[in-house]
């Protein structure tokens, strides 16, 4: 028996997006694939914080207070806070900003990825990105002796999750109302700022009183204390963890208000 | 189901900080028709298409691309459209040839990307990244971006600023080809060759209104209304340009003509003469050149090309 309904058209073929995880997925690719293979994003990404690792743990040169923990157990957590903030901030500020002066978040927004499925994209690109950053300071450190408590492990995770939060909201603010080369400068600015005063590495508690004050509720004091408590002690601090939470919600609605695609 | 056009704006309103870039525009444009939208810089031909992309939502008026609202509908209308634009869009970071297949993954059933990449010679700086590309090569990886995912309806802005006249040739085969498959082609230049070569339709806008809009043909046709109309119906409307080694007296010439033509001087060395041009009339314009001991450097003798129409229309004064 033949078809019953002759001269049926045939299914068009074109003009059918591809399925939305693909989509997603191969933006996060790209976006991975692009940071990793840029000179100076590797440079911030991956390089510096595992030298600033090695650097500390071996260097006698800084004195810090590790309140009996080893030197290398104290400062991972730290150093993992502050590779977050280079892929979630800096380094996604960074790109966003010169893919809106250059039309690409336009161009894509046409295609069927649009605006949706490219800050999928974006934030799965900078999962990917922070768990090579996990992988390689976690090894490194491993070497130098690094013994994370096991029940903190997962608890970390959450840490991770609101930092690249609230960072990548905050890259998206910045990317999107500013001029490309004034992201460029703040961008690498706010990090090294945040990086010494904004008890990410050197927890807030022992910074100088006013900047200890400020410190405590930045998003970068509240995730390396969040990551601290959790890799050190195994349990979930709650007030720096709740800070880093309305952080991201705030950021993140703030993002939403004033990020601009042209 | 009533016949509905590709593209359909009409009304579209659409002003920035209170400046009004786009001031009541209609557009139609059918599928396998190419459709050129011309204008000067600052016309409200990007504008226009960017409404007509989703990529702005209009103030005021209505816009449908394949019947669906660009902006409401996006999802369903993205996959169907395809978008040049006119500053490319490319990341910079990302080699040309990975840029097209990353594209292409964005689509069920993608064009092949290596007879594309054929097609408009991508394989010379295949491995090339974007920010490393001349003005031409970027143009034509961002056709093959936008043409990958096998639209019914392409934008194109701007598609041949940058590139070089062999580029530019592989491009409107390109666009030639894809109207005859029954794409709606919808481009934005200022280039005259361009519109006149390659459109079936052209919609002349400036300030954010259209001027003047049908074929080519018709625009010619179209004289200025202040102008008289010379000869008999079917007489081609013509223009004789003289060029001159020296500055020479245009009020002059007209006396000798005589009735039925217009001098116009163009610049110090050159005049217009429009109306009914004949063989008489080249050969009174040697003879009275002849006369006064002046060598025409060039004589140009033709229709009046869109180029007359396009500053008709929008004004010959520098903005």
């Given at each position: 028996m033949t078809d019953p309904t002759p001269a049926a058209p045939a299914p068009p073929t074109a003009g059918l997006a591809a399925p939305p995880v693909r989509r997603v997925l191969a933006q996060a690719g790209l976006e991975t694939?692009?940071?990793?293979?840029?000179?100076?994003?590797?440079?911030v990404t991956v390089v510096i914080p595992v030298l600033a690792l090695v650097g500390l743990v071996r260097g006698t040169f800084v004195e810090i207070d590790t309140a009996g923990a080893s030197r290398v157990d104290f400062l991972t957590p730290g150093l993992l806070a502050l590779a977050v903030m280079t892929a979630s901030f800096t380094s996604q500020a960074i790109a966003t900003a010169f893919d809106r002066r250059n039309g690409v978040l336009r161009l894509m927004a046409t295609t069927p990825l649009g605006r949706?499925?490219?800050?999928?994209?974006?934030?799965?690109?900078?999962?990917?990105?922070?768990?090579?950053?996990?992988?390689?300071?976690?090894?490194?450190?491993?070497?130098?002796?690094?013994?994370?408590?096991?029940?903190?492990?997962?608890?970390?995770?959450?840490?991770?999750?609101?930092?690249?939060?609230?960072?990548?909201?905050?890259?998206?603010?910045?990317?999107?109302?500013?001029?490309?080369?004034?992201?460029?400068?703040?961008?690498?600015?706010?990090?090294?700022?945040?990086?010494?005063?904004?008890?990410?590495?050197?927890?807030?508690?022992?910074?100088?009183?006013?900047?200890?004050?400020?410190?405590?509720?930045?998003?970068?004091?509240?995730?390396?204390?969040?990551?601290?408590?959790?890799?050190?002690?195994?349990?979930?601090?709650?007030?720096?963890?709740?800070?880093?939470?309305?952080?991201?919600?705030?950021?993140?609605?703030l993002a939403a208000r004033v990020f601009r695609w042209h | 189901m009533p016949h509905?056009?590709?593209?359909?704006?009409?009304?579209?309103?659409?002003?920035?900080?209170?400046r009004?870039?786009?001031?009541?525009?209609?557009?139609?444009?059918?599928?396998?028709?190419?459709?050129?939208?011309?204008?000067?810089?600052?016309?409200?031909?990007?504008?226009?298409?960017?409404?007509?992309?989703?990529?702005?939502?209009?103030?005021?008026?209505?816009?449908?691309?394949?019947?669906?609202?660009?902006?409401?509908?996006?999802?369903?209308?993205?996959?169907?459209?395809?978008?040049?634009?006119?500053?490319?869009?490319?990341?910079?970071?990302?080699?040309?040839?990975?840029?097209?297949?990353?594209?292409?993954?964005?689509?069920?059933?993608?064009?092949?990307?290596?007879?594309l990449a054929d097609r408009l010679g991508l394989g010379a700086f295949a491995r090339t990244t974007v920010r490393r590309l001349s003005g031409g090569q970027r143009q034509r990886l961002a056709l093959a971006v936008a043409v990958v995912?096998?639209?019914?309806?392409?934008?194109?802005?701007?598609?041949?600023a940058g590139m070089d006249p062999q580029a530019r040739l592989a491009v409107w085969d390109l666009v030639r080809e894809l109207r005859d498959e029954g794409v709606a082609v919808i481009l934005t230049t200022h280039l005259m060759e361009e519109a006149e070569d390659l459109a079936d339709h052209v919609v002349v806008v400036d300030h954010g209104r259209v001027l003047a809009e049908g074929t080519?043909?018709?625009?010619?046709?179209?004289?200025?209304?202040?102008?008289?109309?010379?000869?008999?119906?079917?007489?081609?409307?013509?223009?004789?340009?003289?060029?001159?080694?020296?500055?020479?007296d245009a009020a002059d010439l007209r006396r000798a003509l005589g009735d039925g033509l217009a001098v116009e001087q163009r610049s110090a060395t050159s005049l217009a003469v429009t109306g009914a041009v004949g063989p008489r009339t080249l050969a009174d314009v040697t003879a009275w050149l002849a006369a006064h001991d002046v060598l025409a450097t060039r004589l140009d003798l033709g229709r009046r090309t869109l180029e007359d129409v396009f500053l008709d229309l929008t004004g010959r004064t520098l903005r």
């Amino acid at each position: 028996m033949t078809d019953p309904t002759p001269a049926a058209p045939a299914p068009p073929t074109a003009g059918l997006a591809a399925p939305p995880v693909r989509r997603v997925l191969a933006q996060a690719g790209l976006e991975t694939r692009t940071i990793l293979r840029n000179g100076e994003q590797l440079l911030v990404t991956v390089v510096i914080p595992v030298l600033a690792l090695v650097g500390l743990v071996r260097g006698t040169f800084v004195e810090i207070d590790t309140a009996g923990a080893s030197r290398v157990d104290f400062l991972t957590p730290g150093l993992l806070a502050l590779a977050v903030m280079t892929a979630s901030f800096t380094s996604q500020a960074i790109a966003t900003a010169f893919d809106r002066r250059n039309g690409v978040l336009r161009l894509m927004a046409t295609t069927p990825l649009g605006r949706g499925g490219l800050l999928a994209g974006k934030v799965l690109g900078v999962l990917a990105v922070e768990l090579v950053q996990v992988v390689l300071i976690g090894a490194v450190a491993a070497l130098l002796g690094w013994r994370p408590d096991p029940a903190g492990v997962a608890l970390a995770l959450v840490g991770l999750v609101l930092g690249t939060g609230a960072f990548t909201a905050l890259a998206l603010v910045v990317a999107g109302t500013l001029r490309a080369e004034a992201v460029l400068a703040l961008a690498n600015l706010l990090l090294l700022v945040l990086a010494l005063g904004g008890g990410v590495v050197v927890p807030a508690a022992d910074l100088p009183a006013p900047v200890a004050a400020v410190a405590t509720w930045l998003p970068s004091g509240a995730l390396g204390d969040v990551l601290r408590g959790t890799l050190l002690d195994g349990t979930l601090p709650l007030v720096p963890a709740l800070v880093l939470a309305a952080w991201t919600v705030g950021l993140g609605a703030l993002a939403a208000r004033v990020f601009r695609w042209h | 189901m009533p016949h509905s056009p590709a593209v359909e704006v009409r009304g579209l309103v659409k002003s920035y900080d209170g400046r009004t870039v786009v001031d009541g525009l209609d557009l139609t444009a059918e599928a396998g028709r190419v459709t050129a939208v011309l204008g000067p810089n600052g016309a409200g031909k990007t504008t226009t298409v960017e409404c007509c992309e989703g990529l702005r939502s209009p103030d005021a008026g209505r816009v449908r691309v394949l019947g669906l609202d660009p902006v409401a509908d996006g999802a369903a209308l993205r996959p169907r459209v395809g978008v040049m634009l006119q500053d490319g869009g490319l990341p910079s970071g990302v080699r040309a040839r990975d840029v097209l297949d990353h594209v292409a993954r964005m689509y069920a059933h993608p064009a092949s990307t290596d007879a594309l990449a054929d097609r408009l010679g991508l394989g010379a700086f295949a491995r090339t990244t974007v920010r490393r590309l001349s003005g031409g090569q970027r143009q034509r990886l961002a056709l093959a971006v936008a043409v990958v995912g096998r639209p019914r309806v392409v934008f194109l802005d701007e598609p041949s600023a940058g590139m070089d006249p062999q580029a530019r040739l592989a491009v409107w085969d390109l666009v030639r080809e894809l109207r005859d498959e029954g794409v709606a082609v919808i481009l934005t230049t200022h280039l005259m060759e361009e519109a006149e070569d390659l459109a079936d339709h052209v919609v002349v806008v400036d300030h954010g209104r259209v001027l003047a809009e049908g074929t080519v043909a018709d625009l010619l046709a179209g004289a200025r209304a202040d102008d008289a109309r010379p000869g008999a119906p079917g007489d081609p409307r013509t223009t004789l340009v003289v060029r001159t080694e020296r500055p020479v007296d245009a009020a002059d010439l007209r006396r000798a003509l005589g009735d039925g033509l217009a001098v116009e001087q163009r610049s110090a060395t050159s005049l217009a003469v429009t109306g009914a041009v004949g063989p008489r009339t080249l050969a009174d314009v040697t003879a009275w050149l002849a006369a006064h001991d002046v060598l025409a450097t060039r004589l140009d003798l033709g229709r009046r090309t869109l180029e007359d129409v396009f500053l008709d229309l929008t004004g010959r004064t520098l903005r």
